[in-house]
């Protein structure tokens, strides 16, 4: 059996100049928002490049050059504010900063919105990363958990209870684990499997398929025995369980194979967070300005100045001026009367 998470390390890392075939979804990884014009202040300043969150990390690139990329998993976030930054595309103007860590080695991102006054930047990364730290009951392996409750399983949200098992005994020699010799119940869903002490709630393991790098029927000094082993990310634990008859156990071992397979297949990280509105693109929000056929007229509070200042402008100055075209005329008109009021601003004559 090929393992799951192994191969998985969008939301565990955080890696530079990423290859466009790594800048994929894999399988089971949403695109949520995407943003642009970002600017990487901190490590590309002045440069243009779009930000895309997924339901694992964010991946910016250049929009001159995506080979300059990076990608940041969320699992290696320490921290997430907004602060001031100084911007060659904004100047001052707040910005959001991301602190994470990665192999013992601190990283500190800056992302400032090209776009003033949008608040998708924060609202949209914040919000998926507290919806990621809140569902880690998904992907991480859980020892001694709050998951048993009057011997049932509390089901996670989008989790299915596929079967009970009764009867399963733990092997485990790792004591530190869970105690050994302990008669239990298997709880099997579509994204894990439970084991429960019946004696105690307390004693229980939560395994997810994502950890999960192999599961067999193996001979033990107490007979075959359904044998699970964890990914290396989680310690590489070895579990072993005592099911009895063996029908019964290979049925078990049949079912957690075929779960397993088909969640490989299109993994569920429990990461739901949906936009309301899916923004559009800049491209399609672009709107192209149809021409002025207006001319501007003074209304009942244009002071007597400006009045007179148009009927000036428009007996001696448009007069001479090359008709080129109506819309030509009304900007200069515009200008005009622009150049005239910024001229008297806070000194007007009566």
Known sequence: MAP??????????????????????????????????????????GDRGRLMVTNLRIVWYS?????????????????ITTRAANSKLRGQTEALYILTKNNNTRFEFIFTSVVPGSPRLFSSVMAV?????????????KLR?????????????????????????????????????NLGTFFITNVRIVWHANMNESFNVSIPYLQIRSIRIRDSKFGLALVIESSQQTGGYVLGFKIDPMDKLQSTV???????????????????????EKPQPLEERTVE?????????????????????????????????????????????FQGLQHYSSMTHGHKVL
Not at 14 to 32: C, N, S, W, Y
Not at 63 to 79: D, Q
Not at 254 to 276: R, T
Request: aromatic share 8%.
């Open 4 to 45: 799951v998470l192994d191969a998985i390390w969008e939301d565990r890392d955080v890696r530079f100049d990423v290859t466009a075939q790594q800048m994929k979804m894999r399988p089971g990884e949403v695109l949520i928002d995407c943003l642009d014009p970002i600017e990487d202040t901190k490590g590309n300043n």
């Open 63 to 79: 929009l001159a050059l995506p080979r300059v990329n990076l990608s940041v998993g969320y699992n290696t976030v320490i921290n």
């Open 145 to 181: 958990g709050a998951v048993i409750q009057n011997k049932q399983l509390k089901l996670l949200p989008q989790e299915q209870l596929c079967d009970k098992v009764n009867g399963v005994w733990n092997l485990s020699s790792d004591q530190s684990f869970l105690c050994k010799g």
């Open 289 to 333: 300005q149809p021409p002025d056929d207006m001319d501007i007229e003074p209304d009942e509070q244009t002071d007597v100045f400006t009045v007179s200042c148009m009927q000036y402008y428009q007996r001696n100055i448009a007069a001479v001026l090359p008709q080129r075209s109506l819309s030509v005329s009304r900007v200069l008109h």
């Open 254 to 276: 049949k079912e957690i194979n075929s779960l397993h397979k088909v969640y490989s297949a299109n993994p569920n990280f429990g990461v739901d967070y949906e936009m309301e």
């Open 129 to 141: 990363h507290r919806a990621y730290e809140t569902s880690k009951m998904y992907r991480d392996l």
